[in-house]
Structure formats: structure tokens, C-alpha cells
């Protein structure tokens, strides 16, 4: 869809959105992506659980102290 079309069918992509994800364009080259709020938090929370995730694995495997990263800069 373009960016001119959401301008003038807002109310119409707004209704959309609940259903999926509708991708925005300008000149031929998609700018946004507009998604539900209920899509938004829930991504929000994946990327969460995966940082998350990501702090354990880290933790787990041992990390430098930001003192130690600092030093090697």
C-alpha cells in the first residue's frame, strides 16, 4: 500500500491492522510497517524473553565486566 493510500483510506488500514500487518511505501520502497498495538506487545515481549535469554546464555558462559571491555578498546 502506498503512502498515499493510508492517507486516504487511514480509517480502512486502521481496521486492517487488527487483521495483519500492512506495509507502507514510498516511491516503490516500503518505509514502515503498521501493525496492531495486540501485534506491537507481543513482538515486545519475544524480543524481551529472547534478550532475556540472551543475558542467561551470556551469564552462563561467563562475560567480561564493562571495566575488562573498556580496557581492550
Avoid at 498495538?37 to 524481551?48: K, N
Avoid at 567480561?64 to 580496557?71: G, I
Wanted: proline letters at 3%; hydrophobic letters at 40%.
Amino acid at each position: 500500500m502506498t503512502s498515499t493510500e493510508v492517507q486516504n483510506a487511514f480509517g480502512k488500514v486502521l481496521q486492517h491492522v487488527t487483521v495483519e500487518p500492512v506495509m507502507i511505501a514510498r516511491n516503490n520502497t516500503i518505509v514502515a510497517v503498521m501493525l496492531s498495538r495486540a501485534e506491537y506487545e507481543r513482538l515486545s515481549q519475544l524480543e524481551d524473553y529472547y534478550l532475556g535469554m540472551k543475558a542467561l546464555e551470556a551469564e552462563k558462559q561467563g562475560y567480561m565486566e564493562p571495566e575488562e571491555a573498556m580496557r581492550l578498546l
